[in-house]
């Protein structure tokens, strides 16, 4: 297993960081359910090949994910890195159980550390920004929970470049503790974090963590235009309303991955993954795994690299259309 610096932080955090998220289909946004004993054989085997670095959020199953989480790892809860966020609506009829005040945060990292079974969290993370909150409560909010111990490092995910900006540069100003990880989706498919977010995090030294680098699971392979993706997989259950891309590109891409794979004796999903993690601005891989064997199979990418002529093949048939101003801007680069 690779190991990198989650961004500027000296925290070591394996290359492939394990989901949480499909533990359970209970609650918001959840892609399937698994059997506990399965859960634990998923975990058991991520430990045994070296993953040291566990995503989860408390909106997840309304904690569930966080439970199962904290029980499946067991007496090993301590010997790893678990982040997990605070922000999404835990009851619909508490208006103050949702967002990024001091109070909610506050509540949230209590609960947070009961369901996971710890005495503190490793990386805490907002997990979008909160229109109805000033950005200067949440930071001061986190900065105090730093000093008692409960969190160890900071995070957010889902922000624009400006927000992020934003807010380190409050955080530089008042001297607090400075995020370290910025998660976001990132994919063949999904690469417009590259026109303003990835600058921002270079800039001001948060590392990206890559979720759904799979597209939902389009990009497995299992899907082309011959056999579109059926009604009750992940990616039609789950991933369809947010992950926006077009289907001639993305069937395209998927026939380019299977002539890949086959160079590298690898699967699609081993040759995507491998893409998002050649790329320097990340600093580990969340995949989402419903069974051991795509566990299995997901891993395989950590085994070998792509070639740097097939890493650049894969950019330029994927290159998004530069936005403005990005495309003006390169007009004077050189000047």
């Given at each position: 297993?690779?190991?990198?610096?989650?961004?500027?932080?000296?925290?070591?955090v394996?290359?492939?960081?394990?989901?949480?998220?499909?533990?359970?289909?209970?609650?918001?946004?959840?892609?399937?359910?698994?059997?506990?004993?399965?859960?634990k054989?998923?975990?058991?085997?991520?430990?045994?090949?070296?993953?040291?670095?566990f995503?989860?959020?408390?909106?997840?199953?309304?904690?569930?994910?966080?439970?199962?989480?904290?029980?499946?790892?067991?007496?090993k809860?301590?010997?790893?890195?678990?982040?997990?966020?605070?922000?999404?609506?835990?009851?619909?009829?508490d208006?103050?159980?949702?967002?990024?005040?001091r109070?909610?945060?506050?509540?949230?990292?209590?609960?947070?550390?009961?369901?996971?079974?710890?005495?503190?969290?490793?990386?805490?993370?907002?997990?979008?920004?909160?229109?109805h909150?000033?950005?200067?409560?949440t930071?001061?909010?986190?900065?105090?929970?730093?000093?008692?111990?409960?969190?160890?490092y900071?995070g957010?995910?889902?922000f624009?470049?400006?927000?992020?900006?934003?807010?380190v540069?409050?955080?530089?100003?008042?001297?607090?503790?400075?995020?370290?990880?910025?998660?976001m989706?990132?994919?063949?498919l999904?690469?417009?974090?590259?026109?303003?977010?990835?600058?921002?995090?270079?800039?001001?030294?948060?590392?990206?963590?890559?979720?759904?680098?799979?597209?939902?699971g389009?990009?497995?392979?299992?899907?082309?235009?011959?056999?579109?993706?059926?009604?009750?997989?992940r990616?039609?259950?789950?991933?369809?309303?947010?992950?926006r891309?077009?289907?001639?590109?993305?069937?395209?891409?998927?026939?380019?991955?299977?002539?890949?794979?086959?160079?590298?004796?690898?699967?699609?999903?081993?040759?995507?993954?491998?893409?998002?993690?050649?790329?320097?601005?990340?600093?580990?891989?969340i995949?989402?795994?419903?069974?051991?064997?795509q566990?299995?199979?997901?891993?395989?990418?950590?085994?070998?690299?792509?070639?740097?002529?097939?890493?650049?093949?894969?950019d330029?048939?994927t290159?998004?259309?530069?936005?403005?101003?990005?495309?003006?801007?390169?007009?004077?680069?050189?000047?």
């Amino acid at each position: 297993m690779e190991y990198r610096n989650l961004g500027n932080s000296g925290l070591k955090v394996s290359v492939i960081c394990l989901g949480a998220m499909t533990f359970t289909e209970k609650g918001w946004r959840t892609a399937g359910t698994m059997d506990f004993s399965e859960i634990k054989r998923v975990v058991d085997y991520a430990l045994d090949n070296g993953i040291n670095f566990f995503d989860t959020a408390d909106i997840y199953a309304f904690g569930e994910s966080e439970e199962l989480l904290g029980k499946a790892l067991g007496n090993k809860k301590n010997d790893v890195i678990i982040a997990t966020k605070v922000r999404g609506v835990m009851d619909e009829k508490d208006p103050n159980n949702r967002g990024l005040s001091r109070y909610h945060i506050f509540r949230s990292v209590d609960n947070s550390l009961k369901r996971l079974g710890r005495d503190y969290i490793d990386l805490y993370q907002l997990h979008w920004w909160d229109n109805h909150t000033p950005i200067e409560e949440t930071l001061e909010a986190l900065n105090d929970l730093i000093r008692m111990g409960k969190i160890r490092y900071i995070g957010i995910s889902d922000f624009a470049g400006w927000q992020i900006a934003r807010s380190v540069s409050i955080q530089e100003m008042k001297n607090y503790t400075k995020f370290v990880s910025a998660q976001m989706y990132y994919s063949l498919l999904g690469r417009d974090i590259e026109f303003e977010v990835v600058p921002a995090c270079e800039a001001l030294g948060l590392g990206i963590l890559a979720w759904s680098p799979l597209a939902g699971g389009f990009l497995t392979g299992k899907y082309s235009k011959d056999s579109p993706h059926p009604e009750d997989s992940r990616y039609s259950r789950m991933e369809r309303p947010f992950l926006r891309f077009d289907f001639e590109k993305g069937y395209f891409i998927i026939d380019e991955l299977k002539k890949i794979a086959e160079k590298y004796n690898a699967t699609v999903s081993q040759v995507a993954l491998n893409w998002v993690k050649s790329k320097s601005f990340i600093s580990s891989v969340i995949i989402g795994v419903r069974s051991l064997e795509q566990l299995k199979d997901n891993l395989g990418c950590v085994r070998w690299d792509l070639s740097q002529e097939d890493v650049e093949y894969l950019d330029q048939i994927t290159q998004s259309e530069r936005p403005y101003p990005q495309w003006f801007l390169d007009l004077f680069a050189d000047l």
